[in-house]
């Protein structure tokens, strides 16, 4: 059974569309507060398949081709957040290749037993579900491309259907499954975080921030994204009905958005501003709370070697 997922749009909106985030705008790494920073470590390197890009010692810095996708924050003096409180639901990290997910899903099923939670075929993506050490949710999921998404009437059509781990185990690594290959790229894909209320999260990350509501459920979840994705955030109150403001906990530090460019990044400082928001700008990025004391980063992407002319 599929779900209609309604947008606003089956194609991005104009970047010139000063009410919208551009629609190149992707998510960036989640930074996570956490007691033991060596077992998360672990589970993130050894399990998920990441590399260490940078450890000094209280932050270490995780990710795939040079692409930071996970930071983590030794704060072992915060205690662990209530699964009622409003934080974060999952981070959600795409791969570039089936058979790169099969592996991660592979090492952290052998390394890190008990941590599955579930998996699901959501027509546009292939998703499966852990808890980190810690209770973090964690999605690792593979898109599928966007010419195979299928919209009726303006709605993209998902689900949620059955998906075998063993099945995807065997069609995607094979006999050898500890065969060598390249690994493929690896990135944030989607943030879904835990609210108080979904009217006040399309509020702020609909009206104010710049995203496009993608599926309502109302007075359950909401998802949203840029330039016609399926989503690059949610919220839900599966857990946090009624939650207020988080206090200083383990779990999430901070969301990560990053916009293509100085210009777009101005848009979205001048918008929050406009609607009376306290933003920090330490002039390289742009931070805001959500009203659950959630805090959003927003930053110009980096420019990658031989882009644009790029060195």
């Given at each position: 059974?599929?779900?209609?997922?309604?947008?606003?749009?089956?194609?991005?909106?104009?970047a010139?569309?000063?009410?919208?985030?551009?629609?190149?705008?992707?998510?960036?790494?989640?930074?996570?507060?956490?007691?033991?920073?060596?077992?998360?470590?672990?589970y993130?390197?050894?399990?998920?398949?990441?590399?260490?890009?940078?450890?000094?010692?209280?932050?270490?810095?995780?990710?795939?081709?040079?692409?930071?996708?996970?930071?983590?924050e030794?704060?072992?003096?915060?205690?662990?957040?209530?699964?009622?409180?409003?934080?974060?639901?999952?981070?959600?990290?795409?791969?570039?290749?089936?058979?790169?997910?099969?592996?991660?899903?592979?090492?952290?099923?052998?390394?890190?037993?008990?941590?599955?939670?579930?998996?699901?075929?959501h027509?546009?993506?292939?998703?499966?579900?852990?808890?980190?050490?810690?209770?973090?949710?964690?999605?690792?999921?593979?898109d599928?491309?966007?010419?195979?998404?299928?919209?009726?009437?303006?709605?993209?059509?998902?689900?949620?259907?059955?998906?075998?781990?063993?099945?995807?185990?065997?069609e995607?690594?094979?006999?050898?499954?500890?065969?060598?290959?390249?690994?493929?790229?690896?990135?944030?894909?989607?943030?879904?975080?835990?609210?108080?209320?979904?009217?006040?999260?399309?509020?702020?990350?609909?009206?104010?921030?710049?995203?496009?509501?993608?599926?309502?459920?109302?007075?359950?979840?909401?998802?949203?994204?840029?330039?016609?994705?399926?989503?690059?955030?949610?919220?839900?109150?599966?857990?946090?009905?009624?939650?207020?403001?988080?206090?200083?906990?383990?779990?999430?530090?901070?969301?990560?958005?990053?916009?293509?460019?100085?210009?777009?990044?101005?848009?979205?400082?001048?918008?929050?501003?406009?609607?009376?928001?306290?933003?920090?700008?330490?002039?390289?990025s742009?931070?805001?709370?959500d009203?659950?004391n959630?805090?959003?980063?927003?930053?110009?992407?980096?420019?990658?070697?031989?882009?644009?002319?790029?060195?």
């Open positions: 059974m599929t779900t209609g997922v309604r947008t606003a749009s089956s194609t991005p909106h104009p010139s569309d000063a009410h919208l985030l551009h629609a190149a705008t992707e998510m960036g790494a989640v930074t996570l507060r956490v007691a033991d920073l060596d077992r998360m470590r672990t993130f390197a050894a399990g998920v398949g990441l590399d260490v890009l940078s450890d000094s010692g209280a932050v270490v810095t995780l990710g795939r081709g040079g692409m930071p996708i996970v930071v983590l030794h704060s072992p003096l915060l205690r662990l957040a209530s699964p009622a409180d409003a934080g974060l639901y999952h981070t959600a990290i795409v791969f570039d290749s089936e058979r790169d997910l099969a592996r991660a899903l592979l090492s952290v099923a052998q390394k890190f037993p008990g941590s599955f939670t579930g998996s699901a075929d027509i546009v993506s292939k998703a499966f579900y852990f808890d980190d050490p810690e209770g973090n949710g964690v999605e690792l999921y593979w599928r491309p966007r010419s195979t998404y299928r919209w009726v009437d303006g709605t993209l059509q998902m689900g949620t259907l059955p998906l075998d781990p063993n099945r995807y185990l065997a995607h690594l094979g006999t050898d499954p500890d065969a060598e290959a390249p690994a493929s790229g690896a990135k944030v894909g989607h943030i879904h975080l835990q609210v108080g209320d979904v009217d006040t999260a399309r509020e702020f990350y609909v009206t104010r921030l710049g995203f496009d509501s993608v599926i309502e459920m109302p007075g359950s979840a909401l998802f949203v994204s840029a330039g016609g994705y399926h989503h690059h955030m949610a919220m839900n109150v599966w857990r946090s009905r009624g939650a207020g403001p988080r206090v200083p906990s383990l779990g999430l530090g901070s969301v990560r958005i990053e916009v293509p460019g100085a210009d777009d990044l101005t848009a979205v400082r001048e918008r929050l501003t406009h609607y009376g928001h306290a933003v920090r700008d330490d002039g390289q742009i931070r805001v709370s009203p659950w959630n805090e959003i980063e927003i930053a110009a992407a980096a420019r990658r070697a031989g882009e644009d002319g790029a060195a």
